[in-house]
């Protein structure tokens, strides 16, 4: 190793641990935690991708139809993460005080309650799918609900499965453990892409060969998921027969940040669904067009997704132990490092602008809408994205989940929905119009968080 190499080693060295290590945690255990994760968001997210490309293969009704029913379906699922989440929070917070039996008893009752909660949601969904679909996106195309209704019964038949998956993958990134999430989700991911494959490109089975392999998928990676955590994970010591009994006081706290979490979730969800109906009155290629977006923007948001889901187990640990200074100083941290990696990513991804359109077959009449939308998502996302979705994740970790909920629905109803419509539907500026109310909300939220995060109230509770 030459003296350049040795500088750059010694002063990357530096910066790690002047900004990632405290004495609850060092840099190693950080990356450690946060490096399978951001290859889970970047896998996970590219299937994604490589979906949405292969189904825009059955034409822009196919694209219209599973972008629709996807927000409905994130409204849903989100339940159940939230759940999941709550548990997270609190296993986090007991590994950090180094209470094991409490870790496998919270690691458990998170398991059973995110299982019934979409039992519940499924039965539910699929009993009304048909009012459902009418109710918000009646004004559809013929062809689009057909899909729409196909895709949306597939889906809630496979809630159960990836509700489980989720579950088990939240307790263990609560205890540190993130490669074995890893390691599940590049099973599941990669197994639905293959099918994918199968059943879309090769049999052209359109949406019906996309809710097959949903189906599939889900199944493998929910028995995946159990089979590690009851044979080969000892720190969880998960048992179906543990799984069976209530313990009200462990479910308090699981629900104290799970509930207001799931209420946010599904206001917010419900927002950018309402939102979702503005975009179906502009027409199908409006909605292509904002499908196509979202499926590219979400390439911008791995780094910073993954961040997100990192800073849950590492404030959660800091503050099981009490080290409020550490806590701040790794919020502080990885937000500011979601603003580095969005604009690494934007001038990374900017230039495949063209071969991401061919890649999508995207219609010409929509190729410059799309750009327009990714160009003001590139622009605004490392200013104020991290405020608004990194910085809420840390503060719930530390329990201040009923603050970040109230905040995060009043600025998305007030400011997004409202402003949407006024914007997109009354003044006429159609998509761009709810896409420029989507980032304004974004502003609002991370000033609220920001001054949230400068107090001391959102490290007050005191849940272990």
């Given at each position: 190793?030459?003296?350049?190499?040795?500088?750059?080693?010694?002063?990357?060295?530096?910066?790690?641990?002047?900004?990632?290590?405290?004495?609850?945690?060092?840099?190693?255990?950080?990356?450690?935690?946060?490096?399978?994760?951001?290859?889970?968001?970047?896998?996970?997210?590219?299937?994604?991708?490589?979906?949405?490309?292969?189904?825009?293969?059955?034409?822009?009704?196919?694209?219209?139809?599973?972008?629709?029913?996807?927000?409905?379906?994130?409204?849903?699922?989100?339940?159940?993460?939230?759940?999941?989440?709550?548990?997270?929070?609190?296993?986090?917070?007991?590994?950090?005080?180094?209470?094991?039996?409490?870790?496998?008893?919270?690691?458990?009752?998170?398991?059973?309650?995110?299982?019934?909660?979409?039992?519940?949601?499924?039965?539910?969904?699929?009993?009304?799918?048909?009012?459902?679909l009418n109710m918000l996106f009646?004004?559809?195309?013929?062809?689009?609900?057909?899909?729409?209704?196909?895709?949306?019964?597939?889906?809630?038949?496979?809630?159960?499965?990836?509700?489980?998956?989720?579950?088990?993958?939240?307790?263990?990134?609560?205890?540190?453990?993130?490669?074995?999430?890893?390691?599940?989700?590049?099973?599941?991911?990669?197994?639905?892409?293959?099918?994918?494959?199968?059943?879309?490109?090769?049999?052209?089975?359109?949406?019906?060969?996309?809710?097959?392999?949903?189906?599939?998928a889900r199944v493998l990676g929910?028995?995946?998921?159990?089979?590690?955590?009851?044979?080969?994970?000892?720190?969880?010591?998960?048992?179906?027969?543990?799984?069976?009994?209530?313990?009200?006081?462990?479910?308090?706290?699981?629900?104290?940040?799970?509930?207001?979490?799931?209420?946010?979730?599904?206001?917010?969800?419900?927002?950018?669904?309402?939102?979702?109906?503005?975009?179906?009155?502009?027409?199908?290629?409006?909605?292509?067009?904002?499908?196509?977006?979202?499926?590219?923007?979400?390439?911008?948001?791995?780094?910073?997704?993954a961040l997100g889901i990192g800073?849950?187990?590492?404030?959660?640990?800091?503050?099981?132990?009490?080290?409020?200074?550490?806590?701040?100083?790794?919020?502080?941290?990885?937000?500011?490092?979601?603003?580095?990696?969005?604009?690494?990513?934007?001038?990374?991804?900017?230039?495949?602008?063209?071969?991401?359109?061919?890649?999508?077959?995207?219609?010409?009449?929509?190729?410059?809408?799309?750009?327009?939308?990714?160009?003001?998502?590139?622009?605004?996302?490392?200013?104020?994205?991290?405020?608004?979705?990194?910085?809420?994740?840390?503060?719930?970790?530390?329990?201040?989940?009923?603050?970040?909920?109230?905040?995060?629905?009043?600025?998305?109803?007030?400011?997004?929905?409202?402003?949407?419509?006024?914007?997109?539907?009354?003044?006429?500026?159609?998509?761009?119009?709810?896409?420029?109310?989507?980032?304004?909300?974004?502003?609002?939220?991370?000033?609220?968080?920001?001054?949230?995060?400068?107090?001391?109230?959102?490290?007050?509770?005191?849940?272990?």
């Amino acid at each position: 190793m030459n003296k350049i190499e040795l500088n750059m080693k010694h002063n990357t060295v530096y910066w790690l641990d002047k900004y990632l290590t405290g004495e609850s945690i060092d840099y190693k255990q950080i990356i450690a935690i946060i490096i399978p994760i951001l290859v889970d968001q970047a896998f996970l997210i590219l299937m994604s991708f490589l979906n949405t490309a292969m189904i825009s293969s059955a034409g822009v009704a196919a694209v219209s139809a599973v972008s629709m029913v996807d927000s409905l379906n994130i409204f849903l699922v989100g339940v159940f993460i939230a759940v999941a989440t709550g548990g997270a929070v609190i296993v986090a917070q007991y590994k950090g005080s180094g209470n094991a039996e409490l870790v496998s008893k919270t690691a458990t009752q998170a398991i059973s309650a995110v299982t019934i909660f979409s039992v519940l949601v499924s039965v539910l969904v699929i009993i009304f799918h048909t009012p459902t679909l009418n109710m918000l996106f009646g004004k559809a195309d013929a062809d689009v609900f057909q899909n729409a209704k196909i895709y949306l019964v597939g889906s809630c038949i496979s809630y159960t499965f990836i509700a489980i998956f989720q579950a088990v993958c939240g307790t263990l990134r609560g205890v540190g453990q993130t490669r074995p999430c890893l390691r599940l989700s590049l099973f599941m991911n990669f197994t639905n892409t293959c099918l994918n494959v199968l059943f879309i490109t090769i049999f052209n089975m359109g949406v019906k060969g996309l809710v097959i392999s949903i189906l599939l998928a889900r199944v493998l990676g929910m028995a995946a998921s159990l089979i590690y955590i009851i044979r080969y994970n000892e720190t969880i010591r998960f048992k179906i027969k543990n799984a069976l009994k209530v313990d009200i006081p462990i479910l308090k706290k699981v629900m104290f940040i799970g509930i207001p979490f799931a209420v946010e979730q599904l206001f917010f969800s419900g927002g950018k669904l309402l939102t979702q109906t503005f975009i179906v009155q502009l027409g199908t290629y409006a909605m292509s067009a904002y499908a196509i977006a979202n499926s590219i923007v979400l390439l911008f948001q791995i780094g910073p997704n993954a961040l997100g889901i990192g800073i849950v187990t590492v404030v959660g640990q800091c503050i099981g132990q009490r080290n409020i200074e550490d806590a701040r100083k790794f919020i502080k941290s990885l937000t500011v490092l979601a603003s580095i990696l969005f604009v690494v990513t934007s001038a990374t991804l900017l230039p495949f602008f063209p071969l991401m359109m061919k890649v999508f077959k995207a219609p010409d009449e929509i190729i410059s809408t799309i750009f327009t939308l990714i160009l003001m998502s590139a622009i605004a996302q490392p200013f104020f994205f991290p405020l608004s979705f990194t910085m809420p994740s840390a503060l719930r970790a530390a329990g201040d989940s009923n603050f970040t909920s109230i905040a995060s629905l009043l600025s998305m109803w007030l400011i997004r929905v409202v402003l949407g419509y006024i914007l997109g539907i009354t003044l006429g500026f159609g998509i761009i119009g709810v896409w420029a109310a989507m980032i304004f909300e974004w502003v609002v939220r991370g000033t609220i968080f920001v001054k949230r995060f400068n107090g001391k109230k959102w490290y007050a509770h005191r849940l272990v």
